[in-house]
């Protein structure tokens, strides 16, 4: 049973998944369908250790790996799920490059929330039992508070533009730059 609940926490859950934390990341399954008929000991060695991580973090009967913004026990694997999703995207013509594009806009929006306002971010298992909210929620209404760990944005630019400007100048930029290089 913990292995399973592991794999959901790690992948899929809300307050710590890596799918809903990062989107973008869904192409790395259609890259592992691409190269299904490609494997060999490179393919097979990458694979393995994403399977390998995957299995032992889910194994353990602390998943979530504590107060952290997203999944903090994935981290090593990203690399190569990067790797997986840039060639489902490359592969997949126009419709992938359109679908990798909206997927990178949400990850980078949930990412740069996470960085704007706070990197604790207790799991859900804690987060009931002390009363507070947890995950992206948590980080929204911090937002929405105008409330920021940034550095730059609290020593320099608070006076002149309210944190939801900074984030729309931010995303803006990323959106430009990503735009670029999808198309």
């Keep these: 049973f ?22 973008i990341f869904l192409m790395s399954l259609l890259g592992i369908y691409h190269l299904r008929k490609r494997i060999n000991l490179g393919i097979g060695a ?11 973090y889910s194994s353990f009967a602390d998943p979530w790996g504590g107060w952290a913004y997203g999944p903090r026990y994935l981290i090593p ?8 999703a840039a060639g489902a ?23 740069l929330l996470g960085a ?11 987060a009931d039992y002390l009363g507070l909210k947890y995950g992206l929620w948590q980080n929204w209404e911090v937002f929405q508070q105008g409330k920021s760990g940034s550095f730059i944005y609290n020593t320099y630019l608070s006076n002149s533009l ?3 400007e900074y984030f ?13 290089i999808f198309f």
Excluded: C, H
């Design 46 to 56: 990458l694979l393995g250790t994403v399977a390998t991580i995957l299995f032992l």
């Design 89 to 111: 995207i490359y592969k997949s013509g126009v419709w992938g490059k359109i679908i990798g594009f909206i997927l990178f806009l949400a990850s980078s929006a949930i990412a």
């Design 77 to 84: 694997v990203m690399p190569i799920l990067a790797l997986l």
């Design 116 to 126: 704007l306002t706070t990197n604790l971010t207790p799991p859900k298992v804690e």
């Design 168 to 180: 729309a100048i931010l995303y803006l930029a990323l959106i430009l730059i990503a735009g670029v």
């Design 2 to 23: 913990s292995l399973v609940r592991g794999v959901y926490e790690l992948t899929v859950a809300p307050d710590k998944g890596l799918f809903f934390f990062s989107p």
């Design 162 to 164: 309210t944190l939801q």
